[in-house]
């Protein structure tokens, strides 16, 4: 009840925020803060594959840390399944399970707005890591989510501050991937950009398949990390209210 509390109080806070604010709902502060890692998300529900990126990201790139992030307002999707309450629980209960992970709120939602926001809680000379998927990723580079003609000045603001991890889909060659990067005009940012591989057994695993799975009355547990599992009873997944 108390931790349900606190979540709630997090995001009446970043409500009211005007400029990019990061709110730790739990943060590993022993651990070092050299090369930090967030994985942003929306987490409708995190999955095995959202903690194996973490995971990959953590051990080839030498990550200190890793923080899954969540923005209170998406400026992608309108509506979610599980509320934001529920999805701020769930992340608190993988960075637990985890050696050195935390979980945060962003009052923001665009990428450069978060690195801001991450910037601040983690001042230089700390490097900061974005970690994304390949639709996350291509996002980024998209006209629709900036002012126009803005969106030049906004990756620019975004990459002085982060990296990027990318995990892209599989593809039968590496053409593939290049047309992919060429294609969303990442060349300024080429050295700001890593390219990691997830293994073949967690393709194709997504929060949208969890849902339909869900909602079909199917099992989950495969698909999804263990703490995660409490959060999915019918009562917990769909209806639930935290106290105010």
Request: aromatic share 10%; charged share 20%.
């Amino acid at each position: 009840m108390m931790e349900s509390r606190s979540v709630v109080s997090a995001i009446k806070k970043l409500q009211s925020a005007r400029k990019p604010t990061l709110v730790f709902l739990h943060r590993c502060r022993n651990a070092p803060s050299e090369r930090i890692g967030f994985l942003s998300g929306s987490f409708n529900p995190p999955t095995i594959a959202h903690l194996r990126m973490g995971q990959v990201a953590q051990e080839r790139l030498g990550l200190d840390q890793i923080v899954l992030i969540l923005s209170i307002r998406n400026v992608d999707k309108g509506s979610f399944d599980f509320p934001l309450e529920t999805r701020s629980l769930m992340m608190i209960a993988i960075a637990r399970s985890q050696q050195n992970w935390g979980a945060a709120l962003c009052s923001h939602g665009l990428f450069v707005d978060k690195a801001i926001a991450a910037r601040s809680a983690f001042p230089r000379p700390a490097e900061l890591f974005f970690i994304v998927g390949q639709d996350t990723f291509q996002r980024l580079f998209e006209d629709r989510f900036y002012p126009p003609g803005k969106k030049e000045d906004f990756l620019k603001n975004f990459f002085q501050e982060a990296q990027l991890i990318v995990f892209p889909r599989p593809s039968p060659n590496t053409a593939a991937l290049s047309t992919l990067l060429d294609g969303v005009g990442t060349a300024p940012f080429g050295d700001r950009i890593f390219i990691l591989e997830l293994e073949p057994a967690f393709m194709g695993i997504s929060s949208t398949l969890v849902r339909h799975r869900l909602k079909e009355g199917l099992p989950v547990n495969e698909f999804v990390p263990d703490p995660v599992i409490p959060f999915l009873t019918p009562a917990k997944a769909w209806r639930t209210v935290l106290p105010k």
